[in-house]
């Protein structure tokens, strides 16, 4: 039993209703909360995406499938590698359950690698959530003008850019300083920047329908799963220094259970978020 | 008075904890359940005199609105020459009822009465996990942090109500409490959400594997059962609330939009996900309570509980609809109509489950030798109390009367009943009942009657005098409504509630005053000072480390008194058949 | 609960498996299904214009993805019947939880004038509310 029994009390037995040890069970129930968690996450990107007027593309945000289903491969692998790091410490053959056990480390430290570079392709491209470092607009309006007004007369004040760009910079400028000025037509022109290699870190405002609600509820969830994948990470770096022989066998395979529930979850995180 | 009835004078009072550690690790980070169990109860003890206090406060608003509060006062609002002001008016309404819910009525019936009971009444030594016991006492303490700094941050604490409704929330600049003391409101949220998880989780498993043989699950005491069902609640419904803060503080702090709609969110999204978990939270709130007056009835009846299994039914019957019923809180929110009916629909079904447990209890109590301790009077004012406040619930559960009576006091004295005059009356009970477990010592009958009466009078002429004002569409959350011309009639009844309260108020310092009273003077107790059947009073009082000196085996169920097959008017659950109550019991 | 198990000892439950061999099976088997979700967004997908078709395609994948994790990885396959009471309350309370947000959020930009006239009345709709952008760069359901 997983309880301490103290030097005076006698060893009390117990009558268990389910065959397993109290370690997994606990460890069920805990999947348990973490589903209604998530539930309660994923529901919620659900019907805020599909009840939106406008939702971006993956081209929009820089979103890349072939990454996203490379995280995928990767969880996958790492699924694999510790249900054998679990057999292996069944057979009692601990450095083999280490071996496997570390190769499952590196995957998920893979993950979060290319999660974190994920992450910086959509900070470059002025995708935050930040509503104070905005950049994302979900209409050309005028509010959207004078955001890019802002940001032209700040990139045009900066006497070191490429003289080419900053003369179409400026050109901008004085379009949008007039009133009477299209928004739509400012934020077509202004898009082009993007492609221009010398504008690349000018981070000029962009209009993407629905872009905000796409930063919020992609940064939570991804967010929030990575989280439970360095959490994951933290476990296997406590357990890695331990004998991993057939006493350990039950806390290998309660780490493995929370390893797979991770990669349950981001088995359904991949097709909502990249191929919807 | 019907203690000192057992046979045996006096076992050998074992010190609560006789293994050798220090200190430290025996009464602040100590892993027995016990010790986790009495420092859930006193701190849970701490915050409901700082929300009664709270309470109070808006009591003197409401009664004497803008006049200064005495002593008080000049110290709280100098600059407003001792007046509450609005603004810090809407924080007390907030801060009453989180503490009050979060703090006080969760914790002391799922913390400390589960973590005590639990292993006690199941037969077990400890938790299953009684490291990650301590963790979900201590996992409290940052929530403690966080409440007790936001009265002190800029703005002040948080008062966007306990509900939290964005845009009120969300917006830094909505109100002065909208600041960081909601942000700390959310944080503290989180943790109790953490705490809560933890020591439900582990409830669960201790209760579905370490029960004493014999013990089947249908001779498991209701307050076990009740235990059992809330930890359930906890473990599927918390972690959407834990979500849903998670959502409300990134709109505060990172700047996302899930509940403002100028974002693309929607306000209505964090209702219902506070809902999902708040209304089973109601049920968290009662069924323990519900399962210890159960048990506390028919000790003192000196009956068997009358249909155990319906009311094993019921309680599962009640968590299972309390899920499917959330959106009864948020029928005047906009929430489309047919989704409405459906909650009207499965909300007054709880009327079923509910109607089965108050008839069990009046059969139980039918042509019993009932014994008037103070346990037992607490007891039966939860069963009267609950009667009125599960009838006034039935009024707002229907669309078409929901609509007149929201958010008037009507509501506030419903739920007041539910809360105050149930779950705070059976925690009444169980102190004084487990007392003698506790501690090793009784507690004083007498000042424990003068506790139950006066508090049970000024009860009612508080909250009973709310549903008058409430059909009168006096409006709640409101710092001076009397102000208003057609409420300006109720102000000598809001005089009179607040007399109450106050009454009520200073009522509860008898029983504190009793209860560390009896620590010091009370009677020495021995293990089984009420003659009961369940596990916990064949272990000695109070019970060491480990808890029983001797195998417990349970024989049959725990509410077999006057039974016609032993002389006694008790027959313990360990007693095997052919034994006499007497050696079972002193063992 | 499901079984009543006397006996006092449970330190050692240890599930059969299916060994070495079976993992690798169901490792390919999730490589497979991941490279199909994947396919949905190349130029052979014959179903590129019916993202409602796709999308169920994709869950259903992801659905067989996850049994096939829960089935073998986390062994359920090989346990007893406690398996079903530790799993499927929580699932069938995440379905309710997510289906109840769908008609007041889900359906949030939806009113009345919009289901009066389905077929051209959104638009306006959106634009009087001012939630989003009226341009046509991307419609909703793409």
């Known amino acids: ?276 | 008075m019907t203690v000192a009835a057992s046979p045996s004078p006096g076992a050998p009072l074992v010190d609560a904890n006789s293994h050798h550690r220090g200190f430290l690790r025996r009464y602040i980070f100590s892993t027995d359940h016990k010790v986790i169990g009495l420092q859930f109860y006193f701190s849970t003890l701490i915050w409901f005199f700082v929300g009664g206090a709270l309470a109070l406060a808006v009591r003197w608003q409401l009664a004497w609105p803008w006049s200064e509060m005495p002593i008080v006062g000049r110290m709280l609002f100098a600059a407003e020459g001792g007046q509450i002001s609005p603004e810090f008016y809407t924080m007390l309404v907030t801060m009453h009822a989180t503490i009050m819910i979060f703090f006080v009525i969760i914790p002391i019936l799922a913390g400390a009465f589960g973590n005590f009971l639990i292993p006690l009444m199941i037969g077990a030594e400890d938790m299953a996990f009684p490291t990650l016991n301590m963790f979900s006492y201590w996992f409290m303490w940052p929530a403690f942090a966080c409440m007790t700094a936001s009265f002190f941050v800029a703005g002040g604490a948080a008062s966007a109500g306990w509900t939290s409704y964005p845009p009120l929330s969300v917006l830094h600049d909505a109100a002065p409490g909208s600041g960081p003391g909601q942000t700390l409101w959310l944080l503290g949220v989180v943790f109790i959400g953490i705490a809560s998880m933890l020591g439900s989780l582990n409830y669960l498993t201790t209760i579905i594997q370490m029960r004493a043989p014999g013990m089947t699950m249908l001779r498991l005491p209701m307050t076990i059962w009740g235990l059992f069902i809330t930890a359930i609640l906890q473990a599927f419904a918390l972690p959407v609330l834990t979500a849903a803060s998670v959502m409300q503080l990134t709109d505060r702090l990172l700047g996302t939009g899930f509940y403002l709609s100028e974002a693309g969110g929607q306000p209505l999204l964090w209702q219902h996900l506070f809902w999902f978990y708040s209304h089973p939270a109601v049920y968290i709130m009662i069924l323990p309570a519900m399962g210890m007056v159960s048990d506390i009835i028919s000790c003192y009846a000196r009956k068997p509980l009358f249909g155990y299994r319906p009311m094993v039914a019921a309680i599962i019957a009640i968590a299972g609809l309390g899920f499917i019923v959330w959106g009864h809180h948020m029928f005047m929110s906009g929430m489309n109509p047919a989704m409405g009916t459906t909650f009207m629909a499965a909300t007054i079904l709880i009327a079923l489950p509910s109607a089965v447990k108050v008839f069990n209890w009046l059969g139980t109590l039918w042509g019993g030798r009932i014994e008037f301790t103070s346990a037992m009077l607490n007891a039966l004012a939860f069963v009267s109390m609950f009667i009125i406040g599960g009838l006034s619930g039935i009024f707002m559960a229907a669309t078409t009367v929901d609509i007149v009576i929201h958010d008037t006091y009507f509501i506030v004295g419903h739920l007041h009943y539910v809360l105050f005059g149930g779950s705070t009356f059976a925690v009444f009970a169980g102190t004084y009942h487990w007392f003698p477990k506790m501690f090793g010592r009784q507690m004083n009958e007498f000042w424990g009657k003068v506790h139950f009466l006066l508090t049970f009078l000024f009860f009612n002429g508080t909250f009973f005098t709310m549903h008058i004002i409430g059909m009168g569409g006096y409006p709640r959350r409101v710092a001076a409504a009397t102000a208003y011309a057609e409420f300006a009639r109720f102000e000598p009844l809001n005089v009179f509630m607040t007399i109450c309260a106050l009454g009520m108020g200073f009522t509860q310092l008898i029983f504190a005053a009793n209860l560390f009273g009896s620590l010091i003077w009370g009677r020495r107790a021995d293990r089984n000072p009420w003659r009961a059947n369940t596990l916990e009073w064949t272990a000695p009082s109070p019970p060491p480390h480990g808890n029983f000196d001797f195998q417990p085996v349970a024989y049959r169920g725990p509410y077999e008194y006057s039974s016609p097959e032993v002389t006694a008017d008790f027959y313990p659950q360990n007693q095997p058949p052919d034994a006499e109550p007497a050696t079972a019991a002193a063992h | 609960m499901a079984t009543e198990d006397s006996s006092g000892d449970n330190a050692q439950h240890v599930t059969a498996t299916g060994g070495v061999g079976n993992y690798i099976a169901v490792f390919v088997g999730l490589c497979l299904l991941t490279g199909m979700s994947f396919l949905t967004t190349s130029e052979w997908w014959p179903w590129r214009d019916q993202p409602g078709f796709t999308r169920t395609f994709m869950m259903a994948v992801a659905c067989a993805k996850a049994l096939l994790v829960l089935l073998f990885f986390m062994h359920l396959k090989h346990e007893a019947g406690w398996k079903y009471i530790l799993t499927l309350p929580a699932c069938v309370m995440a379905i309710i939880l997510a289906a109840s947000l769908v008609p007041d959020v889900g359906f949030r930009l939806r009113s009345a004038a919009d289901r009066a006239e389905p077929a051209n009345n959104t638009r306006e709709t959106t634009i009087e509310r001012g939630q989003e952008n009226a341009s046509d760069q991307a419609p909703s359901d793409n």
């Open chain 1, 1 to 276: 039993m997983d309880s301490t029994a103290s030097a005076e009390s006698i060893q009390l037995r117990y009558q268990p209703a389910v065959p397993i040890r109290n370690g997994k069970l606990m460890l069920w129930l805990f999947l348990s909360t973490e589903v209604m968690f998530f539930a309660a996450l994923i529901g919620t990107y659900i019907v805020l995406r599909f009840g939106a007027a406008a939702w971006p593309t993956p081209t929009d945000v820089h979103l890349s499938e072939p990454i996203g289903a490379l995280n995928t491969f990767i969880l996958i692998c790492s699924s694999v590698t510790i249900v054998l790091a679990l057999e292996s410490a069944r057979a009692d053959s601990g450095g083999r359950a280490k071996a496997y056990l570390f190769v499952t480390l590196l995957l998920g430290a893979a993950f979060l690698g290319i999660k974190a570079y994920e992450y910086q392709v959509k900070f470059h491209h002025g995708l935050h959530v930040d509503r104070a470092r905005r950049t994302i607009y979900d209409q050309a309006d005028l509010e959207y003008a004078s955001g890019l007004r802002a940001a032209l007369r700040s990139v045009t004040a900066d006497t070191n850019a490429d003289a080419a760009a900053l003369a179409a910079a400026t050109a901008l400028l004085e379009q949008a300083n007039n009133p009477d000025a299209d928004p739509s037509a400012l934020a077509l022109q202004a898009a082009e920047f993007s492609e221009v290699p010398e504008a690349a870190d000018w981070r000029l405002p962009i209009v993407i329908p629905g872009g905000h609600m796409w930063t919020s509820t992609y940064f939570l969830l991804t967010g929030l799963h990575a989280l439970h994948v360095a959490a994951g990470l933290l476990v296997f770096v406590c357990v890695l220094p331990l004998r991993l022989g057939t006493a350990r066998a039950g806390l290998l395979e309660n780490v493995g259970l929370y390893w797979h529930f991770v990669d349950i979850v981001w088995i359904f995180l991949f097709p909502l978020l990249y191929l919807f």
